[in-house]
Structure formats: C-alpha cells, structure tokens
C-alpha cells in the first residue's frame, strides 16, 4: 500500500493523472505481493487479465513492479511479453524513468539489490480512506524464519532515521483528519537495532505520540523476541496509543519454533504474554499461527490447540504453510498433505471463534470508543474500536440518531455482541 502511495505520488507530482481501475487507461501500474502462493498466483492473474486488455487495445502499456518482480523478474520477462517494464522493491523511485520510457515505446527493466527505503520527501498519494493511514518505519527483515522469503525479497531490516519519521507523521497529519496512525515494517520492533545498536522502538513510539495530529496510533507486526519492557510502558502510558498489540507467535511446540527459526520458545512467548497482560491491563492481543509446518505432529498441533485455548488471544489469524522456494523449509522433510493442512486450520478458527465470541460478551452494556468507517443505511454506520486493526479485524454495527462522519469518533453503548462483531447505539 504504501509503496504504491509513493508511485502514485511521485507521477501525480510530475502531471500525471491517476485512474482507478485498469481498464481504458494508457499505463496499467500492478504492485504485486510475492510471499506466499496464494498471493503470487493473484497477482498473476492481474497481470495476465491486463495482458488481454493490452492486446484488446484497452491498455497501451504494463509495468509491474515489487516483490513479484523481485523475484521472478526472469520468469516474468520470458513468459508475459505484454510486459513492459519491471521495478522491483528497490526501484519504486524509478517510476517515472519507466513511465516515460514506455511513452516512447520502450522497454525499461530496473531490478536493484533490496537496500532502498523512502524518505519524508517521497511525495504519497493516498489509497486509504482520509481518516487513516500508514507509515512504513523500516523495510527488510534479518529474522530469516526458516519459511520466509522476505529477507531474500525485501533485503536485510533498515530502519528510517527517526526525524525522516516524525516529519512525515508530521506532514501526514498537520492540517488533515487523520484520525487514526499505523505504525508498519516487516518487523517494528527491530526499529533502531541497525542504527543505534539498540532497539528503539519505544522512544519513536513515545515522540509519535507526542507529536502526531492523530487520535489513535497503533503499531503492527512485532516481534516476541525483540519486544521490550520499555515498549509495554509506553504503549500503557501513551492515552493516544491503541492498547492494542499484533503479535505474532506462528506455533507453541518447541519443535516447530526452532524448525521454523523463530529464535524464541514456548515459555518466553507465554512470559511475555503475562508481562504484557499485566503492563497494560486493558490490553487486546492479537495473534497469526501456521498449521501444516513440515514435521508438524498430532502432539504439536495439539500443543498449538492447547495455547490457544489457555491464552484466549482476542484476535488472531491462522494459516496453512504455504511451501515457498528458496526458502530453508521448501527442503524439509516430512511436508504435511493438504488435506490435513486445511483440517488443522479449521480446528484452529472454530476454537478462536468459541473464544472470540467469549471475549465479545464481556462488552456487553459497556461503552466503547468507535471509529466511525462507514454509513451503510440512514442511522446505520459501521466502525472500530481501538482493539481492531483496519480491514483484518471485526467491526462494530452503529446505530444513531444524529448523523455521523468517516473519521468521527462516538461513544457507543454495546447492546449485543456476535462472534468477531459488535452491536450498539451511539451516544
């Protein structure tokens, strides 16, 4: 998302006029994601749907840029000709080197080594709603989890100096509605390590709330191994900072966590669960676990299961092993079928649903604060809460007498609750 703000930006910047949808317009820019299966085959299928609408004369040129250019650029190149420029992750600044090549009928093919970042002087055309938005803090990740392939896409972690940081949450918030700040990179809380020696997450964390013309700010995809009791401090003390933390544990069978590299064990991810609960008692967890691991057995699936159960995550997000070339577990032995896979995915989200819709009932006749997203009928909006992260979490069903904005917030009295949403009236 932000890295195609930052094209969007830059050719807006320079004159040209941004379309939504593909179709009948002159240059089709697709970003593609490349980290699991899934997501490879999606984007091409983008890119194979605007190959037909090139040769039917809709579009007159293709570039495609990111991590599927990354990746397979060769592949790319060889077997779509409709193609006709590559970027990969390093080489979004580039766009309109490869704009205005393609205008004159040319080929422009700019795959660097990983080793770029954007700056507060990247110009951004928002994709999201005005009300919220992103800022990308590093890129690159140095976990190297044994079924990644980020480290080889996205390049070893870099971290933004902090002041490039602030002047962006700066110029993204002075003067807008922002009302909400997520804070993002492949791995937050390795912010700093590169340039200071140390992890420094929770000093930017402090001066962005500090400073950011933002109601809420919240922070994803943190990592249990490099997670600080000076972060769990300022995420209590911060009033503006969502008590909300994305953390993934991917499995709890000691097995899987060192099979997959992780570098942290069952007792230190349960260890700093109880720190957490305890530094910010009004807390939400959220969590990701992958089934399906090669060498997962019964006992540590069971194991996960047995987690899970004991740790009542609020939120959390489950995932078959998607086998990725290149990647350490591509070559392990004992992969698991695909049956079994999908079976443990689904053991594992109708017991998140059975916890889920337990955390829910403790709203009940209680007042939240609500975001308000959308109005979908007169008097009817939906929402979130601060426990809610954008489009990956539930949703709160408003009812008001008084009309209501994207991006306002209103007290919300919840009258009942369902499995992953809530239901109320506004104050």
Known sequence: MVDSEVMLGTLKQKGYIIKEGVSDCDIAIINTCAFVEDAKQEAIGIILQAAELKNQGHIKKIIVTGCLSQRHREILKKRIHEIDSLLGTSDFDKIINAVRAVEKGKSFFSVSAPDNIYSHNSQRYLLTPQFYTYVKIAEGCNNKCSYCAIYKIRGKHRSRPHVSILKEVNNLTKGNKVSELNIIAQDTTSYGKDIRGEYS?????????????AHWIRLLYTHPRHFTDELISVINDEGRVCKYIDLPIQHASDRMLKSMNRRVTKSQMQLLIDKIRKGIPAVALRTSVIVGFP?????????????????????????????????????????????????????????????????????????????????????????????????????????????????????????????????????
């Open 201 to 213: 997450l929770a000093r930017l964390l402090k001066e962005i709330a500090e400073s950011a013309q």
């Open 295 to 427: 060498g997962e057995r019964d006992e540590d699936f069971k194991e996960l299961l047995e987690f899970i159960r004991q740790t009542k995550f609020e939120r959390l997000g489950a995932f078959v092993y998607s086998r990725e070339e290149d990647t350490p577990a591509y070559k392990f032995k004992k992969q698991v079928p695909d049956d079994i896979k999908r079976q443990r995915l689904d053991e594992v989200m109708k017991l998140q649903q059975e916890i889920s819709t337990q955390v829910n009932k403790k709203w009940l006749n209680r007042q939240l604060e609500v975001l308000i997203e959308e109005k979908t009928d007169k008097n009817s909006y939906t929402g979130r809460t601060q426990y809610d992260a954008p489009e990956v979490d539930g949703v709160v069903y408003v009812h008001s007498d008084k009309e209501l904005q994207p991006g306002d917030f209103a007290m919300v009295d919840i009258t009942d609750t369902l499995e992953y949403d809530l239901t109320g009236e506004a104050k």
